[in-house]
T-cell receptor, first 110, second 114 residues
Framework: RKEVEQDPGPFNVPEGATVAFNCTYS??????FFWYRQDCRKEPKLLMS???SGNEDGRFTAQLNRASQYISLLIRDSKLSDSATYLCVVTYSGNTPLVFGKGTRLSVIA | GAVVSQHPSWVICKSGTSVKIECRSLDFQATTMFWYRQFPKQSLMLMATSNEGSKATYEQGVEKDKFLINHASLTLSTLTVTSAHPEDSSFYICSAWPRGQPQHFGDGTRLSIL
């Protein structure tokens, strides 16, 4: 079983739509959780950290369920510029490497 | 904010060539840097952990004699792909973790071996 699993998509949605991505992780010792965004042929960029209480940043809302080892990302009012691959990422503690999911591809269509 | 610089961004070379990729932390010291590799439509996979002043730690399945890592200073780690072959063509990316901040990535190096 992969450490971090995501639905690969693609998700093709119209502008203005709300879209949700899910992610599960296998290692219960995971301590930190993130969503990264990766554009084609570019490095991943941090979108947001994910906290146990859930957190929101503008149109983006992230949720974490430690009991179920499940992470989600909700994007409201999708923009064309949201088209990218969204990577679910976990790490264990301190200065440890990130473990990436395969990513979920989103295409927002005009 | 902290920046990680990676060079070169794109390499095309013949099979059998050795290619060196540099990863620098520009405004912080990094005792540890990470090297990842991403094949098309795959996730980023950790190749190795680069430790300043000591040997790198390689992930299972990564040949340490093929992917030489040197971390001779607190701001520079290098990855050398020795005798590269077409199957080594990939996107290589380094990262470092400034204290108190999220991990920062370099821009990545796209390696194409002909």
């Amino acid at each position: 079983r992969k450490e971090v699993e995501q639905d690969p998509g693609p998700f093709n949605v119209p502008e203005g739509a709300t879209v949700a991505f899910n992610c599960t992780y296998s290692n219960s010792a995971s301590q930190s959780f993130f969503w990264y965004r990766q554009d084609c042929r570019k490095e991943p960029k941090l979108l947001m950290s994910v906290y146990s209480s859930g957190n929101e940043d503008g149109r983006f809302t992230a949720q974490l369920n430690r009991a179920s080892q499940y992470i989600s990302l909700l994007i409201r009012d999708s923009k064309l510029s949201d088209s990218a691959t969204y990577l679910c990422v976990v790490t264990y503690s301190g200065n440890t490497p990130l473990v990436f999911g395969k990513g979920t591809r989103l295409s927002v269509i005009a | 904010g902290a920046v990680v610089s990676q060079h070169p961004s794109w390499v095309i070379c013949k099979s059998g060539t050795s290619v060196k990729i540099e990863c620098r932390s520009l405004d912080f010291q990094a005792t540890t840097m990470f090297w990842y590799r991403q094949f098309p439509k795959q996730s980023l996979m950790l190749m190795a952990t680069s430790n300043e002043g000591s040997k790198a730690t390689y992930e299972q399945g990564v040949e340490k004699d093929k992917f030489l890592i040197n971390h001779a200073s607190l701001t520079l780690s290098t990855l050398t792909v020795t005798s590269a072959h077409p199957e080594d063509s990939s996107f290589y990316i380094c990262s470092a973790w400034p204290r108190g901040q999220p991990q920062h990535f370099g821009d990545g190096t796209r390696l194409s071996i002909l």
